[in-house]
Structures are given as C-alpha cells and as structure tokens.
C-alpha cells in the first residue's frame, strides 16, 4: 500500500479526484464563465488561439498532430510563451486542452472554418469550375476528389481542393449523384457550372451518359475539358507502346528498377562501383505510366551511370550468378538500347517541359503553342543524322565500348535510329480524321 501510495499512477488519480471536486464547488462551466473578468477571458482566449495555431502548423506540414502535440506545446513554452505557460498553470488537469481528444477538434474546426471561407468566395463567384477524381483508399473505399475553380475579387483565377465523397459505386450516375448533392448540400449554385475537368474515362467523358453529359442537361453552357497534360501522358505512353524499341527499352528500365530497388546489397554495390569510376551516386528511377515525368528523371539516371550500372550488373552476376543481373545486362547492351536512351535523354526533357506548363496552376494560353512548336522541332531534330544526341553518343563510344560488347558506328546508330524513329514521330498521336494532322491536332485540343 505504501509503495502504491507514492506512484505516479496513485498521485496523478488523487490530483484528479481534487480537480473533479474543486470543479463541482466551483459550479457548471457557465457559472465559472461569468465569474471570470474580462482580462482572465482575454488571456484564456490567446492560450486557446495559441494552442489552435499549434495544430494548424503541424497539420499544413503533415505532421502527425495527435502524437506531436504535447512536445510541440512544451518546446513553446520552454522558449518564453509566458501566456501560454501561465494558462497550463492555472487550467485543471481536465481543462488543458492539450489532450488527443482536443487536439483532433482542433483540427476539424480549422477545417470547418476554412471549408466555410473557400464556400463563401466560391458562392460570391458569377461563375467556376468543377475537377474531380475517383481513387480508392488504403481501406478500399471509393472515394470522389473535388476541386473548384473560380475568379476571385481581384479578377485572379484560383483552385481549392473542397471535399472527399465516399461513393457507393463508381458508375456515372453514382458519381453525378454524389456530385449534385454536394453542391446542393453546401448552397452552391449549379447553374454558375460552365467548365469541368474530367479524365478520359467513358464513366465521365461519356458523350451520352458520362457524368459531363448528365451535368451539361443541369448547366448546358458548361464545358468539358479532359486534362491537357493527360492528354500528353497518354500519347506518350500509347507511341511507346506502339514502338517495339522503346517498349523494350521500358521493360528493361522497369525490371532495372526493381532489380536495385528491392535489395539493399544490390544498391550497396552499385553505389560502390559508382564510387570507383568517380560518377554521379544516382539511384534507378522508376518510370511510371501514369506518371510521365518519370521516364525523364529514369533515362537521365541511367545513362548518367551507364557504365557503373553495367559493370554493377556484371559483378553481382559473378559473384552470385543471378540469372537477372545477366538478363539485365545483356538487355542494356544492346545498341538498340543504347541508342534509345541517348534518344529518349534528348526528346523527354522538351516534352516533360511541355507537361509541365500543362500542368501549372495559372497557364499561359500564348506560350503553349510556341512550346507545341518546339517540341515538334525536337523531335523532328532527333531524327537527323547529326543531331546532337548522336554527336554525344559518338563521344561516349570510348567509354561504352570498354564495358560493353557494343561496337558503335555512325552506319550502326543511323540503322537503330530508324527502328525507334516510330516514337518521336508519334508521340504526340491524336485523332487526326476529326482535327487534321498532328501539329494543328495538338494546338486544337489545347485551345
């Protein structure tokens, strides 16, 4: 009993049972607001605005709040917040608002206060935009992302991301249904709807029943813009596809990835050979299909350690004889290979520049069209005999040829050159019977 007695467990109850008691002499929590001056509610209230400032810093910077909080509050006021200090001080152990619980209400009045203020803009707007997404959560849920557009009152276009809306089923009308609903639910007007953002998918897209054809019966005027930078994305994706050369080179740069990625010793060993031949530690990329971008930070990274990556290859393959790292190796020395990674280093840089100016939040509409035009010239550039990627090819010769079994010629690269001249050709692919041919295809679909 005596060594209870001194726990912090026994101590901490006794502290409570006090505070519950003090509580009940001191009256109903609207007594002892009316019993409290006008200086101690000032002071109450900058702890509490303190406090809220706290969760809003750890939430904008996707810090856990819940287990970050209290050490959070305590570096505050180890560093001089006497305010906020002397509000813990003089607050009940049940009335320090620095709980789990208080902290997570915290978070969602922010997030009530800030949805209020964007509803409030976004209402007084003549007229906006609607984005949305279907996804599936970690747990399996469907769920609907919803982003508006607007002008605001300084004439400015901006984008908030509003709300997450579980969905039933991800059909058309399902997802039609989810989206009315929430405009009504929070006092937006539809008929100020004049431009949505879908993806291509048939279930939005659809011309007869896709979820921009039902919202055009409710908002006639309004537009459908499938995103640009999408649009691109699958082009790309579609004219690798149709090109065997680049596929390859894909598959390879895919198994590569995976190869490295997936065991720390393989990492560690093409980290070392990096070392000896003095060349950039750069990690294998993965090239993504739905992420575009990708490919171009992936085909920089491996020709930038082309040499370390195929003597690593080598060496594991010796040392362990991994049918994959042969398989690997072989597969990267072939010309073909190289010759389309060279290639891809020089075409991907103009169109990732191309996406990204798709993709930016206040896009300038005169600046595409001369970018449009400079892709297309990379491209037709790519394909000359002496175009700059086959000049740098020419001076790596040296070096590729001492780890490799690859013997380069002007003769050989002009020959590999052709083969994967599919894809420059067609990468940016549309439908050329509805919209003339490619260049005029492209600057159309943009407009």
Not at 297 to 310: D, L, T
Request: proline letters at 3%; hydrophobic letters at 45%; charged letters at 20%.
């Amino acid at each position: 009993m005596k060594i209870h007695a001194k726990s912090d467990i026994h101590l901490l109850s006794c502290e409570a049972e006090m505070a519950a008691a003090t509580a009940l002499q001191e009256g109903s929590v609207i007594q002892q607001l009316q019993q409290i001056n006008d200086e101690e509610k000032l002071k109450n209230r900058m702890a509490i605005k303190a406090l809220i400032r706290c969760t809003h810093f750890l939430a904008r910077r996707h810090i856990p709040h819940t287990t970050n909080f209290d050490e959070l509050i305590d570096l505050i006021v180890s560093c001089g917040a006497e305010d906020l200090k002397g509000f813990l001080e003089r607050a009940r152990l049940n009335a320090t608002y620095t709980s789990k619980v208080a902290v997570v209400e915290f978070v969602e009045a922010v997030g009530l206060w800030a949805e209020e203020c964007l509803l409030k803009r976004l209402r007084q707007a003549s007229h906006f935009s609607i984005m949305a997404d279907e996804c599936t959560d970690v747990m399996t849920t469907e769920e609907l992302s919803i982003f508006f557009r607007w002008v605001n009152m300084d004439g400015q276009p901006v984008e908030h991301f509003l709300d997450i809306v579980p969905l039933k089923a991800t059909d058309a009308k399902t997802i039609y249904s989810a989206l009315v609903e929430f405009m009504k639910d929070k006092n937006i007007q539809i008929s100020k709807l004049v431009g949505m953002g879908f993806d291509g998918a048939a279930t939005f897209s659809g011309k007869h029943n896709g979820v921009q054809s039902l919202l055009k019966k409710i908002s006639p005027h309004a537009l459908f813009v499938h995103c640009h930078c999408h649009l691109l994305q699958l082009a790309c994706v579609q004219a690798a596809n149709a090109t065997s050369g680049i596929k390859h080179v894909y598959i390879t740069l895919t198994t590569l990835w995976k190869f490295f990625h997936y065991s720390p010793k393989r990492a560690e060993s093409l980290k070392a050979v990096q070392q000896v031949l003095d060349l950039p530690e750069l990690k294998v990329v993965k090239p993504s299909d739905t992420r575009w971008l990708s490919h171009e930070r992936c085909v920089k990274a491996v020709k930038a350690s082309y040499s370390a990556i195929v003597t690593a290859l080598n060496n594991i393959y010796e040392q362990t004889h991994a049918p994959e790292a042969l398989g690997i190796s072989k597969a990267l020395c072939r010309p073909s290979t190289l010759v389309a990674i060279y290639l891809l280093d020089y075409v991907l840089p103009q169109v990732a520049k191309l996406s990204r100016a798709l993709q930016t939040e206040r896009i300038d509409l005169t600046a595409i069209t001369p970018l449009v035009d400079a892709t297309f010239n990379t491209l037709d550039d790519a394909m000359l005999p002496a175009a700059n990627w086959v000049l740098e090819l020419m001076d790596a010769k040296n070096e590729i040829e001492e780890v490799t079994d690859i013997t380069l010629t002007t003769e050989s690269i002009a020959t590999f050159q052709g083969q994967v001249a599919n894809w420059a050709i067609t990468i940016i692919l549309f439908d050329e019977n509805s919209h003339g041919d490619t260049r005029d295809a492209l600057i159309y679909t943009i407009k």
